[in-house]
């Protein structure tokens, strides 16, 4: 429990925020695994279609600091090779 009104306050700020960046890393985790599955299956165009919505919903969570920036890259990086790889089959 919040002993004062301003740690009250922060801790519905932290509420509503912690919410928003549970969706925001969601979807983003939703979207990775549509490029994924795509590019498993062999549907090529599919996967680089999903590929670039996923590219920016990383590059956005990492701009947020929903993810670190780095893990936001090394994902864009493996899926990108997951899609290459399928291409060469």
């Known amino acids: ?44 165009e599919a996967a680089e279609k999903e590929f670039r919505v996923a590219a920016k919903s990383l590059d956005r969570a990492g701009a947020k600091k929903i993810i670190h920036p780095n893990t936001a890259g090394r994902t864009k990086s493996r899926l990108s090779h997951m899609i290459k790889k399928a291409k060469a089959k």
């Open 1 to 44: 429990m919040p002993n004062s009104a301003s740690a009250a306050k922060r801790l519905r700020q932290n509420k509503v925020r912690q919410a928003a960046n549970k969706a925001i890393k969601s979807a983003m985790r939703t979207q990775v695994k549509k490029v994924v599955t795509a590019a498993t299956a062999g549907d090529i």
